[in-house]
């Protein structure tokens, strides 16, 4: 087999020109959100585009980011109990460097793309030397990285780079992808909700009832641009209550992200007597729907049900607009399994940089995740 290389690129200008050839069938990789990445990302990211290359002919992409997690306001203010500190404080002190070989914004195998077959052996060894490279490059600026993840593969590709490469890095599974399949018979949003047993027809009928008085309408750059603050804010609200955060958007990064996307992100916003009191957003990713980013005011969700009426309207649009299927991410399972999105494993791969802290991470890793007890929900009618 002739020998492959690969080349780590700080900036979109470095990029070769068919770059977006090669990353043709994921969006996240192309460079109009590689852009998005390089003008608005978290104030604690910094990214690297990796060319991979046969001779001189690029055949794959990768991208890796690396986070300062000292940087971070805030790891997460929702779950305020000891678990929580403790969690903090290994962070702070043992792990606030960490490269990421991936999106680590995202939720999906987004890590690479290739225009030509390679192998699972090839790929895990290529990432992993890449990863040594950027390890290096802090090294020489006096930062030494604590954390290196590979994240997020799909079972068939994790079981293959346990075999090669990932063999001796520890396996991790956090929470499942909720992913919806668009059935073909689902030619409109009256057909998918008539396709609802009697107790989630209803919850859809009552949700939409709720949600009567609010404007929902899609935001064209003008209307972000000057709304943007809001955005902001609404969004901001929402990540400061998650769980766990390794970052927080820039404040322009949604209108940086319409004018590099364009038509394929979507912004669509909900307001209540003329102000915005909650938004969500779409990448249109060729035949899948990504769902990205979201933001609302507390009050007006729990009156108006407002985040269930999201995942609705998201739904609605990828069936109206002919998606294959629906990626929903990794938070609030129970709510979005009740849509019909159900839990795909994902596996990532974790190393720590200091050897006995790295033993330790089998009995480290598990109990820093946050215990998660949820109930899927199954809510279309039995054929």
Known sequence: METVTYKIFSSIAQLPNNWDEVAHENAFLQTPYLKVLENAAPTNMQCFYIGIFKKSELIGVALAQYLDLNKLESFGERDKCIKTFIRNFIFKNFASHVLFLGNNMITGQNCYAFKKAIDYKTISELLIECATEIKNYFKKQNITIHIVSFKDFYQECALAFNEFGFKSIYEFNTQPNMVLELQNQWKNNEDYVL??????????KRAHKKIEGIETRELSLEEIICKEERIYELYHYVAKNAPFNTFFLDKHHFSTFKKQC????????????????????????G???????????????????????MLYNMTKFGIENQFKKII????????????????????????????????????????????????????????
């Open 262 to 285: 364009g038509k394929r992100f979507v912004l669509c916003g909900y307001f209540l007597n003329e102000k915005l009191v909650g938004f969500h957003t779409l990448l249109l990713n």
């Open 195 to 204: 396709s609802f047993s009697k107790k989630y027809r209803d919850q859809y």
């Open 287 to 309: 035949s899948v729907l990504e769902t990205y980013f979201l933001g609302y005011d507390e009050h007006v969700q729990k009156e108006k049900m407002l985040y269930l009426n």
């Open 328 to 383: 929903f991410g990794r938070t609030a399972l129970e709510i979005k399994s009740s849509i019909g999105a159900k839990p795909v494993v994902m596996s990532g791969f974790i190393y720590h940089t200091n050897t006995w802290i790295n033993k330790m991470l089998p009995k480290i890793f598990p109990n820093l995740e946050p215990t998660l007890v949820w109930q899927q929900r199954h809510p279309f009618k039995e054929i």
